[in-house]
């Protein structure tokens, strides 16, 4: 059992409401009548989804209720919606804003690009797309505990790339912190009591055998992705190229073959994940 630093073991508590769209996930195309009721008490957060569903605040939004935002989305895209506020509201009230603004970036990119490269049905694409978000809840909670040593950190790590010279960072996130993002992760995932399928991609990608979906690959894949195009936490990490990351995932590569030009791919991509930036109230950072 490692010894946890107080400064981990302080974080805030996953939202409830939250881990329960979580436990949810997996059956979500035969439990709507379940969303509904989750979702009902909670007249703050959909009065959110209504402002991100229609671009006006509650008042614009006259007409548009639960049932009627559950028959015109479909229950996968509106749990997507309630998810996504309700990390946003988590990341809010743990970071500082500026750190909040630049992690928020490359979660959200990842969650997107995640739920991109997924096999086309709504429970898969929504499993991918909230494991984009948490894969990197170790780094999430490191952050938080530690931010100005976590930034002098992330300048060295960058610093390095930039000379194109090796740097074993979880060996350095032990030093400084107890533990690497790796074990931090799997701490979370069991005091938040996280669902056994997202279990995999909160540590360090390895392939469990429970992990029949292939879902850490697709969140490998994700992950790289949006580094690629632009909205990588590290800005010195080296970026692949999108055919090549794809090409373990061959329905995702041919669904990106079939554009005239990678390059629209890309450029539709960032489009999308800016607009989600700006939807959701974080705010856009230009991609570099």
């Excluded at 979500?28 to 009548?33: A, D, K, L, R």
């Excluded at 935002?69 to 988590?90: H, N, Q, S, V």
């Excluded at 590569?253 to 554009?259: C, G, Q, R």
Aim: proline share 6%; glycine share 8%.
């Amino acid at each position: 059992m490692l010894a946890l630093p107080a400064s981990i073991q302080r974080i805030a508590p996953f939202p409830k409401l939250a881990l329960e769209l979580l436990n949810f996930v997996p059956t979500i195309s035969s439990e709507e009548s379940y969303l509904r009721i989750l979702l009902e008490p909670e007249t703050k957060l959909i009065g959110e989804i209504v402002r991100v569903v229609t671009g006006r605040d509650v008042r614009g939004g006259a007409g548009v209720t639960l049932d009627t935002m559950l028959e015109e989305l479909g229950p996968a895209k509106l749990a997507e919606i309630a998810f996504t506020i309700l990390l946003r509201d988590y990341m809010r009230g743990t970071f500082e804003l500026s750190e909040g603004l630049q992690y928020w970036r490359y979660l959200l990119a990842c969650g997107f690009c995640c739920a991109e490269v997924a096999p086309p049905n709504p429970p898969k694409r929504l499993a991918a797309y909230c494991a984009g978000l948490l894969h990197d809840i170790g780094r999430l909670a490191l952050i938080a505990s530690f931010p100005g040593r976590y930034a002098n950190l992330l300048a060295l790590i960058d610093r390095m790339f930039e000379a194109d010279q090796p740097f074993d960072v979880s060996r350095q996130e032990t030093i400084l912190f107890g533990m690497d993002r790796f074990a931090t992760g799997g701490w979370l995932a069991a005091a938040w009591s996280l669902p056994a399928w997202l279990r995999p991609v909160v540590g360090k990608f390895d392939k469990a055998i429970a992990d029949k979906e292939n879902l850490v690959e697709t969140v490998r894949a994700g992950t790289r992705i949006a580094n690629s195009l632009g909205f990588g936490y590290l800005k010195g990490a080296p970026r692949m190229e999108i055919r090549k990351i794809l090409s373990g995932l061959p329905a995702a590569f041919d669904h990106w073959k079939a554009l005239d030009q990678w390059e629209l791919g890309e450029e539709h991509m960032q489009a999308k994940i800016q607009a989600a930036l700006s939807l959701f109230g974080i705010g856009s950072v230009e991609s570099k």
